[in-house]
């Protein structure tokens, strides 16, 4: 995954809660056995049933934040409703409150989970509703949001773990090949007390 230092773009808000993963890539996508192309079904149900769904409208096309209600990505574990969001081109995801597996399969992908109050929530929400062309700025490394034109910041937290694996650029093989030194090593003595089996 690529390292994720600052996000700077505009947002889609999605006004909604309890958002769970079977609304954001329903199950019909669960089918593919690949990790991309999952973006065209992202709210797919949704934005089939209903025009005016947010990521139907044009203003709000190119977006790279998604602002959504409380308890986003709850429900079932797939992996694919993270897959879904970035392949349609969301780097961030701002909310009150994830569901946990989600928030935690989001930093393995380098999708940036950004917790915030229910009041500056809903505040963002509006004033990204009232002007699509709204910029918003994420700074992972510092821990804040900031939309400067209406005057809106807050801090988000982040272990130094999850900051540190989004800074880097680290999914789990990438921190895995950080020790590939030892792993070979490893590798190159296996044999030696491996089970053999006598050819006689």
Do not use: C
Request: hydrophobic share 40%; proline share 6%; no cysteine.
């Amino acid at each position: 995954m690529q390292p994720v230092t600052r996000i700077v773009g505009t947002a889609a808000p999605l006004d909604r809660s309890d958002v769970d993963t079977d609304q954001i890539i329903p199950a019909s996508w669960l089918k593919r056995v690949e990790r991309t192309g999952f973006g065209i079904g992202l709210f797919s149900a949704w934005r089939e049933n209903d025009p005016d769904f947010v990521l139907n409208r044009p203003e709000f096309g190119g977006a790279k934040i998604l602002i959504a209600g409380p308890n986003f990505g709850i429900g079932s574990s797939r992996e694919h409703a993270v897959w879904a969001l970035t392949d349609f081109g969301f780097e961030a995801v701002v909310s009150p409150r994830f569901g946990d597996i989600f928030r935690n399969n989001a930093t393995k992908t380098g999708l940036v989970p950004v917790v915030v109050s229910e009041e500056f929530g809903e505040a963002l929400l509006r004033a990204v509703e009232h002007d699509p062309t709204l910029e918003i700025m994420i700074d992972v490394a510092e821990g804040w949001i900031s939309a400067p034109s209406v005057g809106l910041e807050s801090e988000f937290t982040l272990d130094e773990f999850t900051r540190h694996r989004l800074l880097e650029g680290l999914d789990d093989i990438g921190l895995s090949l950080r020790h590939v030194d030892k792993i070979s090593a490893y590798e190159t003595g296996r044999p030696a007390w491996m089970p053999s089996v006598d050819p006689d």
